[in-house]
């Protein structure tokens, strides 16, 4: 009996994850947390989807406001600027502001320039609300996630998050079918318009259901009382040091890299003022941007991984529905179908992510998240012109299982260690590096596609000449099948005409294959480096 006493005294107790953590923040109140979640879902909603809905409508935009397609990618280019400058400081805002006014103060603003968007009847007039609308949006996701951290314990973030994430990660997929249905059915004013009914509806949700706690309003009238200081200069640099690398990456392509005054000069004023806003920012009592979040180790692998995690998912979704238009002549909203399938499969791999995050090591299911966009753009490396719509669809399926599981890891484990009041400052970074990663990989695949597809139009250019026996082959078989048989003779404008064409999508296909290898390699890196996460108790 004294043995097996001593065996069960012995035996080690295990760990509260929830140890010290208190509801005195939560923004629920006396009510279900879950409400929130439901809540600050549909602003989110919102939100991510208008990242990616007007891409397939600029042609519609531009033609509609007799501009050319140039000018209107500044539809895009604008929202991205003033997004990228007010998430990092949508932090110190929240802490300044209150968490609650600052998130519908968000709210209303996006609402109401997409009302703006909508009407606009010149190109001018649009790209000034799509600026407002960027300032609005920057400052819902990191208060979204602020109000998560706060309302559940640790045990449950996971899931948690990963009912948030759900809007995340699908909105971005379903965006281009979306936009492309109403855009082909409707018109392109309507995909901000519908923006002004849901964004209503969110600020009397959150008016009514959402708590700001004393906890919170005690901090911020501390704060205020002790004179409130504007951190101007670092504000500046912010600014300057993210919007510039947002129209580097977003128009560096476009415009010919470095070949171009206007890039270099754009890529110099960023990389200076994010020198100098580190160095700056380290330096303050109370900083515009915690640039001392990135001494929490744990804090700094997963603001890496989410830069990753942002190469890939905006990546891989600008490219997929470029290539299949490019190269397989799919509609707008067809290509954006093949996205869509694998977003329905993410909402079951978001459930498992949420309840495998409290028991499972977070490293664990990061190399997991990174191996199935690993495997999805091996498949995709191995298409080919003649293949078909379900087998595209399969392998955005197998990309899509691995997504949940990096999303949902990454934003728990981001948060450990880290004290309550640093919940607004932490949140707006990791939203820095999704946006930042997302650019890097959109702005990257573009680059080394057009590359790409320059050297493999060179190299199979090479073969078309009359002493090459397939060649003639070729231009036969063609005038054959447009009733020419074109033998014996100089071969028709049309034959040449179309064989140019066939090998123009041959080339184009080739660099896409090559930008998938390139998006393989690189998250197979991140496999290994997803074990530099160090393990938390509980599965955290």
């Known amino acids: 009996m004294a043995s097996a006493a001593g065996a069960k005294r012995s035996k080690p107790k295990q760990a509260d994850p929830d140890a010290g953590w208190s509801d005195e923040r939560s923004a629920a109140g006396n009510r279900n947390p879950w409400l929130i979640v439901l809540v600050i879902s549909l602003a989110t909603f919102m939100e991510v989807l208008d990242t990616s809905i007007a891409n397939v409508s600029l042609p519609h935009i531009a033609g509609s406001l007799a501009v050319s397609n140039d000018e209107a990618t500044w539809v895009l280019t604008s929202y991205l600027v003033s997004n990228a400058i007010v998430v990092p400081i949508s932090g110190w805002l929240s ?21 703006f968007c909508g009407l606009a009847p010149s190109l001018g007039i649009l790209v000034v609300s799509r600026i407002v609308q960027g300032i609005g949006g920057g400052g819902l996701a990191s208060s979204e996630q602020s109000f998560l951290a706060d309302t559940f314990p640790p045990s449950q973030r996971g899931t948690a998050f990963a009912a948030y994430g759900v809007v995340v990660v699908v909105a971005p997929v379903i965006g281009p079918s979306i936009g492309g249905w109403i855009t082909d059915n409707i ?36 704060r ?23 129209v580097f990456m977003d128009r560096g392509q476009r415009d010919d890299w470095f070949g171009s005054s206007f890039i270099c000069t754009m890529g110099l004023i960023a990389a200076v003022s994010l020198v100098l806003l580190v160095v700056w920012e380290l330096n303050r009592k109370d900083p515009i941007v915690d640039m001392r979040l990135f001494g929490v180790f744990n804090f700094a692998t997963c603001f890496m991984m989410m830069m990753l995690v942002g190469v890939i998912i905006y990546g891989s979704t600008q490219v997929i529905p470029q290539m299949l238009q490019e190269v397989f002549g799919y509609t707008a909203t067809d290509a954006g179908l093949t996205l869509t399938m694998g977003g329905m499969l993410s909402l079951v791999a978001m459930m498992m992510a949420g309840v495998l995050s409290s028991k499972v090591q977070g490293r664990w299911l990061l190399a997991f998240g990174f191996l199935m966009q690993s495997v999805g753009m091996w498949i995709y490396s191995h298409f080919n012109v003649n293949t078909a719509f379900n087998q595209f669809a399969l392998a955005r399926l197998a990309q899509a299982v691995g997504i ?24 707006a970074l990791m939203n820095v590096a999704r946006n930042l990663g997302g650019s890097i990989g959109i ?62 999508t041959q080339a184009a296909m080739l660099s896409y294959i090559d930008v998938f290898r390139a998006l393989m390699m690189f998250m197979l890196v991140a496999v290994a480096m997803a074990f530099l996460l160090k393990p938390m108790k509980g599965g955290h």
């Open 443 to 504: 702005s990257a695949s573009q680059a080394l596609l057009a590359q790409r597809e320059q050297f493999h139009q060179a190299r199979l250019v090479e073969g078309l000449n009359p002493l090459n026996p397939n060649y003639v082959e070729g231009l036969q078989q063609i005038g054959a099948t447009l009733g020419n048989p074109g033998t014996g003779g100089d071969p028709s404008q049309t034959q040449l005409a179309t064989l140019y064409q066939q090998m123009s």
């Open 224 to 246: 205020l009382r002790k004179g409130l200081k504007v951190d101007g200069f670092g504000f500046a640099l912010v600014a300057l040091g993210l919007g510039c690398l947002e």
């Open 404 to 427: 949940p599981f990096l999303f949902v890891t990454i934003l728990t484990q981001s948060y450990a260690g880290l004290k309550p009041e640093r919940y607004n400052h932490a949140s």
């Open 95 to 115: 802490d300044v502001m209150g968490r609650k006014r600052f998130y519908m103060m968000s709210v209303a603003l996006f609402t109401i320039s997409s009302l």
């Open 187 to 222: 018109s392109w004013h309507w995909i901000f318009l519908i923006n002004v009914p849901v964004g209503i509806i969110s600020l009397i949700l959150v008016q009514l259901l959402v708590v700001e706690p004393d906890a919170l309003e005690k901090e911020r009238r501390k």
